[in-house]
């Protein structure tokens, strides 16, 4: 039996006003976007803005709708959806961003289900910012390379070991930034 790496993408994921919505509060914002951090830290293991809490109903519920479908075919249990809980966060990868390999379920975590909901300005300034999905570990030679395509989100198992590979932004701008949605659902409040 051949193993494989099982994900979830959804392209066309947000209308195109809740795009621009969203490149448009990245921008305005910008200087409330911090430098990113590991639970647990770990130097060098990270680089990346981040806007921590990132609240918006909009995208929560659309990604929250996407349950019913999306945890049978990641092979997860259905859970009491209304039970779970969801946090998230807007990530801001500009020049020489990555995030080393992890998984997102630790034994300081209850999370079981990860998403990257990605977008950017149009035209595409950035190059780079794969997600790695591995299938055990980053030794073991296994993955899936998942390109951060514009207005599409990724679902996968939190105790997936992943990776973003480095992002390149010639401009050094921050709104040419490769620009995430990213979180995680729970079982429990962490």
């Known amino acids: 039996m051949s193993e494989f790496i099982n994900y979830l993408r959804i392209e066309n994921f947000l209308k195109q006003e809740s795009v621009t919505r969203l490149i448009s509060f990245c921008n305005k ?9 590991m ?6 293991s990270r680089k990346s803005l981040v806007y921590y809490n990132y609240k918006d109903s909009i995208i929560q519920n659309r990604i929250t709708s996407t ?9 997860l249990p259905i859970a009491n959806i209304g039970g779970l809980t969801m946090d ?21 975590t209850k999370h079981f289900l990860s998403f990257v909901y990605y977008f950017s300005a149009t035209p595409k ?8 999905l591995h299938l ?8 899936v390379e998942v390109e951060p395509k514009n207005n599409s989100l990724i679902l996968f198992d939190s105790k997936l070991w992943h990776e ?25 409040v962490i």
């Open 29 to 37: 914002n910008e200087a409330k976007f911090a430098k990113a951090e």
């Open 39 to 44: 639970i647990p830290p770990s130097e060098g």
């Open 67 to 75: 349950l019913p479908m999306a945890l049978p075919r990641l092979n």
């Open 88 to 108: 998230m966060q807007l990530t801001a990868s500009g020049d020489g961003s990555f995030l080393a390999p992890h998984p997102d379920k630790t034994e300081l």
């Open 125 to 132: 300034m950035f190059s780079g910012g794969k997600l790695l």
């Open 136 to 143: 055990r570990s980053p030794e073991d030679g296994c993955f």
């Open 164 to 188: 973003v590979l480095p992002v390149r932004v010639p401009s050094q701008q921050f709104i040419h930034s490769r620009f995430t949605v990213n979180g995680w659902f729970s079982n429990q």
